[in-house]
């Protein structure tokens, strides 16, 4: 009988302990949970917009904002890892935005998830819960994040064997209609092609063309090569140069040209109408070159003739 009084009593002291440490633990919790409430403000969690149909390899975004005294402090190191894998979850970004004003500090969480397992059934699955820590102050308030559920889709249900029923053999795309293309190309091509040969007939000193090896033409790539030759020019070059100009002239007119067959030559060829003046001035220098005996700057006035000779060529191709 005392057996059974000690017993008793034993149990009620045991059973006393064990709801004054659980009520002890309850306070504790409250109390912890009131100083979260307390320290952390404006606590927005948002999870992915759709909570169905997610397949392997999608990204789901989960983000959370929330202010602090700026007495605490969110350190990287307290984020869960990059790359840390939770039941086929997997954690390929985490970036953490702070903001910090006179008296809060303002904390915006990102954290992007893949999945990464195939399960051949649709099947539930969650975003890990969060219990995020921040440090300073008095307190250590810890940012409580609830596990998020979804519902993942498989790509196909079963195995490879139905795998490979359901695939279907690709559509070859619809051919377009290029002949509206091709020809507008041709026709730009051919064009580009007119453009390139005008550009050769009008500048090229070369013969490649028809009609590119003109009097005058022919005269041109003379001067160009004897105003080349040594700096120091003589009037026996100078005279040369004159030789060049007029046996073009004297091309175009069929006989020896003079000053005074000007006009008559301006009649036979208009296209040289336009270079009437200089061609007098030509003449006129020519003339009275045969009988100046002050020195001169032969190389400039072969120079000059190059410039003539170039205008010239000009008329003589209709440019």
Same mark, same amino acid.
């Given at each position: 009988?005392?057996?059974?009084?000690?017993?008793?009593?034993?149990?009620?002291?045991?059973?006393?302990?064990?709801?004054?440490?659980?009520?002890?633990?309850?306070?504790?919790? !409250?109390?912890?949970?009131?100083?979260?409430?307390?320290?952390?403000?404006?606590?927005?969690?948002?999870?992915?917009?759709?909570?169905?149909?997610?397949?392997?390899?999608?990204?789901?975004?989960?983000?959370?904002?929330?202010?602090?005294?700026?007495?605490?402090?969110?350190?990287?190191?307290?984020?869960?890892?990059?790359?840390?894998?939770?039941?086929?979850?997997?954690?390929?970004?985490?970036?953490?935005?702070?903001?910090?004003?006179?008296?809060?500090?303002?904390?915006?969480?990102?954290?992007?998830?893949?999945?990464?397992?195939?399960?051949?059934?649709?099947?539930?699955?969650?975003?890990?819960?969060?219990?995020?820590?921040?440090?300073?102050?008095?307190?250590?308030?810890?940012?409580?994040?609830?596990?998020?559920?979804?519902?993942?889709?498989?790509?196909?249900?079963?195995?490879?064997?139905?795998?490979? $029923?359901?695939?279907?053999?690709?559509?070859?795309?619809?051919?377009?209609?290029?002949?509206?293309?091709?020809?507008?190309?041709?026709?730009?091509?051919?064009?580009?092609?007119?453009?390139?040969?005008?550009?050769?007939?009008?500048?090229?000193?070369?013969?490649?063309?028809?009609?590119?090896?003109? !009097?005058?033409?022919?005269?041109?790539?003379?001067?160009?090569?004897?105003? $080349?030759?040594?700096?120091?020019?003589?009037?026996?070059?100078?005279?040369?140069?004159?030789?060049?100009?007029?046996?073009?002239?004297?091309?175009?007119?069929?006989?020896?040209?003079?000053?005074?067959?000007?006009?008559?030559?301006?009649?036979?060829?208009?296209?040289?109408?336009?270079?009437?003046?200089?061609?007098?001035?030509?003449?006129?220098?020519?003339?009275?070159?045969?009988?100046?005996?002050?020195?001169?700057?032969?190389?400039?006035?072969?120079?000059?003739?190059?410039?003539?000779?170039?205008?010239?060529?000009?008329?003589?191709?209709?440019?």
């Amino acid at each position: 009988m005392k057996k059974q009084t000690i017993s008793t009593v034993i149990y009620a002291v045991y059973l006393s302990a064990a709801l004054i440490l659980s009520a002890s633990i309850n306070v504790a919790q !409250a109390a912890v949970a009131s100083k979260n409430e307390t320290a952390i403000k404006n606590l927005s969690i948002t999870n992915p917009t759709d909570n169905y149909s997610v397949k392997v390899g999608d990204q789901l975004t989960r983000t959370i904002s929330f202010s602090v005294a700026t007495s605490h402090t969110l350190t990287k190191s307290a984020l869960p890892k990059k790359m840390s894998e939770f039941k086929g979850i997997e954690l390929v970004d985490v970036t953490m935005d702070e903001v910090v004003n006179d008296q809060t500090k303002n904390y915006k969480l990102t954290f992007v998830y893949q999945v990464f397992v195939n399960p051949g059934v649709p099947s539930a699955m969650q975003l890990p819960k969060l219990a995020i820590a921040l440090t300073g102050g008095e307190t250590s308030p810890v940012v409580s994040v609830p596990s998020w559920s979804f519902w993942f889709a498989p790509l196909v249900v079963g195995n490879n064997n139905n795998a490979m $029923k359901a695939m279907q053999s690709d559509i070859r795309p619809p051919l377009l209609d290029a002949d509206t293309h091709q020809n507008r190309f041709i026709g730009l091509l051919a064009l580009a092609g007119l453009s390139l040969l005008a550009l050769l007939y009008m500048n090229a000193d070369g013969r490649w063309l028809p009609f590119m090896g003109g !009097a005058f033409a022919q005269a041109h790539r003379q001067l160009k090569k004897l105003a $080349k030759g040594a700096q120091t020019k003589t009037q026996k070059e100078e005279k040369q140069a004159l030789v060049y100009v007029h046996q073009a002239f004297n091309s175009h007119y069929g006989a020896n040209i003079f000053a005074r067959d000007i006009d008559h030559f301006i009649t036979i060829r208009p296209t040289f109408a336009k270079m009437k003046a200089e061609i007098t001035d030509f003449f006129d220098y020519s003339n009275k070159s045969l009988y100046a005996t002050e020195p001169k700057d032969s190389a400039q006035i072969i120079q000059n003739l190059v410039h003539l000779s170039k205008a010239l060529r000009d008329c003589e191709r209709g440019v």
